[in-house]
């Protein structure tokens, strides 16, 4: 039996990842941070099937006694700070758990067992003010927000310890990718919530910044098979994952609405104050790579995506 440890295992992608490894046979542990409130919401239903084991990307010596007792054979590396706006609020907590926490991480795995594949998440947002469009892994990056920053140097750390030590790691530069278990606080959740409130005649107007900025939106169970498949192959390296195609917020909004049947102009409201101070305008990823290395795309489209998160907040929100 494979042994796969998660960290980040209790947020969106960690869920979907867990469920997915579970299914496939693996042994999976999650690595949990000491909280005095824990939030173990998305894994509720995986409790009995997980380990989790508590570490912190802030404790070196939690993550070297975390791989030693637990011997995985790959790692999935998903904890951050994964909020951009916050990332302004707290850009030294951010670039301690998004930059140097991975070379913590890295630097303990190089100490434990070097054959550990390793699996770096890698964003989109690296490439901030795009140089060409769509981006592909050779584009250059423009981070334009410090979480960008901070995972341009998590991105080519893993470079570095792959090529000097020789580790199986590897980079997904995942393009957003969104599901039920989204967090509110980010865009598409706080427009699938904001309409199922007023759907439901619990709320009657939604609060947005920037309509026009632009994305490429995927579901997130989706794009933790590319994870996996990425530490399948016979060589390491660094992918795209995306789906080609670009959507604004606008569309977002359109689309949500028009699946309740409402008007989305008599309900969304527009708010300077929630605008980024750097705005990266516009993100498509091209999957090409992926696609051609081991045979990754898509399943779910946008609309399909945007109408599985309002029905599923809709049934959230609705009375029992």
């Known amino acids: 039996m494979r042994r796969a ?4 295992v209790t947020g969106q992608d960690g869920s979907y990842l867990a469920e997915f490894l579970l299914d ?3 042994e999976v542990y999650g690595m949990v941070r000491r909280a005095s409130t ?5 894994i509720e239903h995986l409790r009995d099937r997980l380990k989790l084991v508590q570490a912190d990307l802030l404790d070196p010596m939690s993550l070297i006694s975390t791989l030693a007792d637990v011997r995985p054979q790959e790692v999935y590396n998903l904890a951050a700070q994964s909020f951009v706006p916050t990332s302004w609020a707290q850009p030294v907590l951010t670039a301690e758990f998004d930059a140097i926490g991975v070379t913590r991480f890295l630097e303990a795995l190089r100490l434990v067992d070097t054959s550990i594949r390793y699996y770096q998440a890698s964003s989109s947002e690296m490439f901030g003010k795009v140089r060409e469009v769509p981006q592909t892994e050779l584009t250059p990056f423009y981070p334009r927000s410090p979480y960008g920053v901070a995972k341009v140097y998590a991105h080519y750390i893993t470079v570095n310890y792959r090529e ?6 590897c980079s997904g530069i995942l393009f957003n990718h969104e599901s039920p278990r989204r967090g509110k606080e980010f865009v598409t959740r706080k427009v699938t919530d904001g309409v199922a409130r007023i759907s439901l005649g619990l709320a009657d107007a939604l609060h947005l910044g920037n309509l026009e900025a632009r ?4 579901f997130a169970g989706d794009y ?3 994870m996996w498949m990425m530490l399948q192959q016979d060589e390491p390296d660094d992918y795209v994952v995306a789906t080609g195609e670009s959507h604004s917020v606008r569309d977002l909004v359109e689309v949500a609405f028009s699946h309740v049947g409402l008007d989305w102009q008599k309900y969304v409201r527009l708010d300077e104050s929630l605008t980024r101070p750097a705005e990266v305008d516009s993100l498509i990823g091209d999957a090409s790579k992926a696609r051609e290395k081991f045979g990754w795309k898509p399943r779910v489209s946008f609309r399909e995506l945007v109408a599985m998160m309002v029905d599923a907040d809709c049934e959230r929100l609705r009375p029992a």
């Open 224 to 226: 933790v098979e590319a």
């Open 24 to 26: 496939k046979g693996y």
């Open 164 to 169: 000097s030590y020789g580790i199986f790691a």
């Open 38 to 42: 824990e939030n173990f919401e998305r």
């Open 5 to 8: 440890l998660i960290t980040g």
């Open 215 to 218: 994305r490429d939106w995927g």
